[in-house]
């Protein structure tokens, strides 16, 4: 039995939906316990706008977006700041268009949730290596130089120490040696090579990390059956979100479904966000979440039809703990 080290996925990852006003608002989180974000990702569900991603290591008013190379910005007209059970923003249209509807994905940094967040600045030396605070393996990461303009690059631990792929772009998994350095992370330290997405020299950069927690978190491969009685992905755990990429094609994006925008299983296509484009939200590409797992439910390539990567975070356990409930820390 999938038993949990999380009784209460809400302590450390929360999914919420809000309506702009086109002027300043506060948006308070609803779960089962008070979520300050550490990792803030926000997208307009109406429109064109760009992924919002912010955090409370480089400052809530420090941005970047996942479909695009850009270089950080400092803008106090998005979100302004982190509270006890939410955060707040101003009247950008990134976060708080009049009338537009929003979706905000939020995790806590925390060794607990296999969740840290790394800034570091990069020395162009092969083989060097960043300590993190997980102490424990960390299974996929995701780093973003910050002061000059680069593709996002993602390890997964599906792919292996030799292989990266881009949050950004649309591209298959690539292989290079240059940004791992063919060194897989260790419960202390992840290592570089000497790419200037990852490691050049006096650029900064932010790393996002992460370590499986069962019954709460969960980074896999699978490969689909392009049929609309799609692959099931066994997780443990009843998902409230789900990252899936293509990894053996150029042409798919990077596709992104959560509980709260369909809460109910159809069996046919439901609310889809692309991760690298910005484009609104459309009904594609149908994905069921169950107790224990998700099910695709399109015939397609852009979740159904090759090889996939994902990242999964649960909305509640298969099967509880017998102790004490988590906490928050």
Known sequence: MAYTTINDPSAYFQITLYTGNGGTQSITNGGNSDLQPDWLWI?????????????SVRGATKHLSSSSKATEITNTANVTGFASDGFAIASDGNVNANTEKYVAWQWKKTANAGFDIVSYTGNDSAGRTISHSLSAVPKMMIVKCRNVAKEWTVFHSSQGNGKFIELDQTTAV???????NDTSPTSSVFSLGVDSSVNASNQT???????????YSKFGSYT???????????TGFKPAYVLTKQTNSSDEPWIIKDLKR??????VDSPTLF?????AESNRDGMDFFSNGFKCRDNGAPINSGSYLYMAFAESPFVTSTGVPTTAQ
């Not at 997208?43 to 991603?53: A, E, P, Q, T």
């Not at 690539?174 to 791992?180: D, E, F, H, P, V």
């Not at 369909?262 to 069996?267: D, E, H, K, R």
């Open 205 to 215: 950069y932010i790393a996002y990390l992460f370590a499986e927690k069962q019954g």
């Open 275 to 279: 991760a690298s484009v910005n484009t």
């Open 262 to 267: 369909s809460p109910l299983n159809t069996g």
């Open 43 to 55: 997208k307009d569900r109406d429109d064109n706008y760009k992924h919002l991603v912010v955090d």
């Open 224 to 234: 689909g059956n392009a049929n609309a009685n799609g692959t099931y992905v066994y």
């Open 174 to 180: 690539q292989t290079a040696t240059n940004r791992w």
